[in-house]
Every structure is written in C-alpha cells, then in structure tokens.
C-alpha cells in the first residue's frame, strides 16, 4: 500500500445524480493531487492543493468541485457528469516543500457515467 | 500539447531480455524526472528517479538515463520479468513539490 487511499474504488453514476470521491494519506505530505486517466491517455492533472490551498485548477469544468477540509484529505463531488467524465481518478499527495520529490498515488476510482 | 512523451505505446519482450523504454520531453528548464509503473486496476508506482544534474541512476535491475542534449529519458530495465508487465510513465517536474506531468505511457508485455 502506498499510504493514499481512495474511496469508492469504483462507482457508477447518472447523468443527474451527485456524488463524491474521497481520498486520504497517511503520509504527512502537505500538497495533494487530482488526475483523470483516460483510456489510452496520459494522466491530466485536474488541482492542486497545497498547504489545504487550491493552487491550481487546470480548466475542469466546474461539474467537478474539489474540497481539501485538511492536509490529510481531499474529496472531488461530482454533478450532472458526462459520459465522456468515465475514467480513472487518480489522487495523489507528496511534500510541497520539498525540491525533487515524487508524488504518491492511490489505486483510484473507476468512475463510470451512465 | 504535452511536453513529455513516448516513442513506442507497446513493447513485447521475451522473459530474461532487457528492456528499454523511452521518452521525449521538450521543457529544458525540467529539473527532475520519474519513472512510474501502472499494473492493471493500480495506481501508479513509484520505481526510480533522477535529477537533471545526473546522467544515470541504477536501482535494482531498472537504470535510468538521462540525455539532455537531446531531451531524452530511458529505462532499462534488465532480466524482465512477467511481474514487470505494465503500463510505464515517465513524468517531469519543475520547481518545489510533486505537480508532475506525464508521458502517454508505453504497456510492456512480458512474454514467458
């Protein structure tokens, strides 16, 4: 285990319905990461979050709102989604400060829009 | 675009064999670089680095180099293993932090 967990691991949703991702770390990082994985794609980095901070947000449609309560958790609540949103969210944290460092993934969730 | 990309989006090789995957990018001023394994229904996973003041780097049975003459990125990876069959990215890094942005990935095949 790699110390960020992911919850639901997968999930399937209406066009219409509300729901929300939850990711945690165990890590004592203080920046953490949304990525959605397409099929075939690279992994595209949707926020940023560091020090509890949005300090990014790469042109995501606002049908994804991200929420950082703490510097542990990070959650990404979905409304009216398309079906072109399925993929694989993938949370990610390290430490801000740190030159050089990597970021530690989770196992993500598999978000399918029907 | 992307700044950071892969040659090759496959390779099959026989168990025993060497490996090496590659990749491009194009942001001179990336200071460091990582090598991430993806299996199926996992996230990714950490397996070397290197920063841009090196031209290689060994772990166990991966190395990684690094070209930046030419903006080139490898791994070899040696006695490749059916347990080394996965998706591989590499992903660059400026700067403070962990924001990195990845490559298209290339899935290699581990045939016993």
Redesign the interface.
């Known amino acids: 285990e ?1 110390g ?1 967990t ?1 919850t639901p691991r997968h999930l399937v949703m209406g066009m219409t319905n509300k729901k929300s991702l939850k990711c945690e770390q165990h890590l004592g990082h203080n ?1 953490m ?1 949304w990525y959605k994985q397409s099929a ?4 595209e ?1 949707m926020f ?1 979050y ?1 020090l509890e901070e949005r300090v ?1 947000n790469n042109s995501v449609p606002s049908r994804f709102s991200p929420e950082c309560p703490n510097s542990s958790h990070l959650f990404l609540h979905l409304h009216t989604l398309q079906p072109e949103d399925s993929a694989l969210y ?1 949370c ?17 969730t598999r978000l399918t829009v029907v | 675009g ?1 700044s ?1 990309g892969l040659h090759l ?1 496959t390779l099959s090789v026989q168990e025993g064999d060497n490996s090496i995957i590659n990749c491009a990018y194009s942001n001179s001023a990336s ?2 670089f ?1 090598w ?1 394994k993806q299996e199926s ?6 397996i070397i ?1 290197i ?1 841009s003041n090196m031209d290689k780097r060994q772990g166990q049975r991966v190395t990684v180099l690094l070209n930046k003459t030419v903006k080139h990125l490898s791994l070899q990876i040696a006695a490749t293993q059916p347990g080394d069959s996965a998706v591989y ?1 590499c992903a660059e ?1 400026i ?11 290339t899935e290699l095949s581990v045939k016993p």
């Open positions: 790699t960020v992911q920046a990461y075939k794609k690279p992994l980095l940023v560091s990014e993938l990610a944290s390290s430490q801000a400060s740190q030159l050089n460092t990597e970021a530690f993934f989770g196992q993500g | 992307e950071v989006p200071d460091y990582i991430y229904g996992k996230g990714p996973q950490f680095d920063r990215f890094n700067g403070q932090g962990g924001k990195l942005i990845f490559g298209q990935g």
